[in-house]
């Protein structure tokens, strides 16, 4: 528990009392289940993992790259300057890495002005589109016209919560930067995310290529080109679940760690040793990697039926209606992942049991009706996008003024502005996302142990104990505290 010195010393009066001095602290979760012994977790599924993943190397390796090679020397490529489009491509990692450096200080300073500033920004964005509209295609504008209505209702609902969400998302700055390295573990994991899509495109055109040779002449008939159709949608779905299984998973790694690191600035040194960065990474690929692999290979089906829905979307209304219960399923099975997933990097739980604890966790609190980051999420995206435009600005220059006379210059020019913002989204997504799984972190760290903060910072504990009592005083009391508050006594 917190000793006095760190305690909130604000005098709060109930109903029942005319002044009460409350210096209770909110206990931990009552009898939270750890399980940080050496036994692998949801083992199967591990293992199932470890071999898909060399199959999909060794497959892409020998079906894969030979097929490619041979397609390539029969196709003839003109020089097209590759040395400018590194240069410009480098140089728009660079800005966007810089300035994603930059929007992490900015939002440990000023959150709150920065979660204001993203709201402004969509609304401007949202009005320059209408009005765009409005000279090309008037019909139209009121398309944007009603997003900005949403816009400005969500915004004046959410107003008195910007300071809830500033205050867990300086939290989740703060953890991050006492973890630097954890930013060079997601670059890491970027990279292994990277080698991943090249290995599956290579086994995906070796694949494709095997399967349209072999069945090729069996396609003439009327059975062989059934045959051939059937086949060839089974092993599409197959290699699509591959793809999204090892995408899914490997981002799923980098959220596990976070989680881990934030509970290494949370708790006390007497369980650092669990959430120490070295024993992070390597609980996420060993004894836990069988979780994370569980719960992201739901999402990965749930991905690739959708796949296939939407593009009959339009042909009649079952598939529509198909596609939307696929849509709601993968909202809610990805969500609930990344708290099942935060929870079992703090307890080392499976993943069914992560699952069901973090449930009962939070009815336990009264706390349901509050898993809300749509605020903090919104302004991460605008922040993606900021990125995004800037690195695109940075490499589109770059390219300019290194062009040479050439008759396709424009349209390299362009391709290189598109190829920028998409890395700057990627740079500023390992600072987002990273940040995205440290306030999730921190408000689990919250429901189990909020008096572990004031041991390793006391300074964050009275921000967020402050913001709870203001905006959820009853959820706040079922933490601990009294069953109602009041305005403190002046």
Not at 360 to 389: C, P, Q, Y
């Amino acid at each position: 528990m917190l000793s006095d010195s760190v305690a909130i010393s604000v005098p709060l009066r109930s109903d029942d009392e005319t002044e009460t001095n409350i210096n209770n602290d909110p206990p931990a979760y009552e009898n939270p289940q750890l399980d940080f012994s050496g036994e692998w977790k949801d083992r199967g599924f591990a293992i199932a993992f470890w071999i898909h993943t060399i199959a999909v190397i060794l497959v892409g390796l020998i079906l894969g790259l030979p097929t490619l090679l041979s397609s390539m020397k029969e196709s003839s490529l003109d020089e097209l300057g590759f040395k400018r489009i590194i240069y410009s491509l480098v140089g728009a990692a660079v800005v966007s890495g810089i300035v994603s450096f930059l929007a992490l200080f900015a939002l440990q300073r000023c959150a709150g002005q920065l979660i204001k500033c993203s709201f402004l920004i969509l609304t401007i964005i949202q009005i320059l589109l209408a009005v765009a509209l409005y000279f090309v295609l008037p019909p139209l504008c009121f398309i944007p016209g009603a997003f900005i209505l949403f816009t400005l209702i969500y915004i004046s609902c959410v107003r008195n919560s910007i300071a809830f969400a500033e205050a867990h998302l300086q939290a989740g700055c703060a953890s991050l930067r006492s973890h630097s390295s954890l930013i060079f573990v997601a670059l890491v994991m970027l990279i292994v995310e990277f080698l991943w899509l090249v290995f599956w495109f290579l086994m995906f055109f070796g694949v494709a290529h095997f399967v349209l040779v072999s069945l090729g002449s069996t396609s003439s008939s009327d059975l062989g080109a059934v045959l051939h159709f059937v086949i060839g949608k089974i092993v599409f779905f197959l290699l699509l679940l591959s793809c999204y299984w090892g995408a899914i998973t490997f981002g799923n790694i980098i959220h596990f760690i976070t989680a881990c690191t934030v509970g290494d600035w949370w708790f006390t040194s007497g369980g650092s040793g669990h959430y120490g960065i070295d024993n992070s990474i390597k609980r996420a690929f060993t004894t836990n990697l069988g979780t994370i692999c569980f719960g992201s290979l739901f999402e990965a089906i749930i991905k690739s039926l959708r796949f296939f829905t939407g593009g009959g979307r339009r042909k009649n209304c079952l598939t529509c209606i198909i596609d939307y219960m696929l849509q709601i399923l993968e909202k809610l099975i990805g969500y609930l992942n990344e708290w099942a997933f935060t929870f079992a990097a703090l307890t080392g739980q499976g993943y069914v049991q992560a699952g069901r604890s973090f449930i009962e966790l939070f009815k336990k609190r009264g706390w349901t009706a509050i898993i809300n980051d749509s605020i903090v999420g919104i302004t991460l995206m605008t922040i993606n996008l900021g990125i995004g435009l800037i690195s695109a600005v940075a490499g589109g220059t770059i390219m300019y003024y290194m062009k040479t006379e050439s008759s396709g210059i424009g349209g390299l020019v362009v391709s290189v502005i598109s190829a920028s913002f998409l890395i700057g989204i990627l740079m500023s997504s390992i600072i987002t996302t990273l940040l995205k799984s440290s306030v999730r972190t921190v408000f689990v760290c919250f429901a189990l142990n909020p008096a572990a903060l004031g041991a390793t910072h006391p300074d964050h504990l009275q921000k967020l104990t402050k913001v709870w009592h203001k905006f959820y005083p009853q959820e706040f009391a079922s933490s601990g505290y009294a069953n109602e508050f009041k305005e403190p006594i002046v």
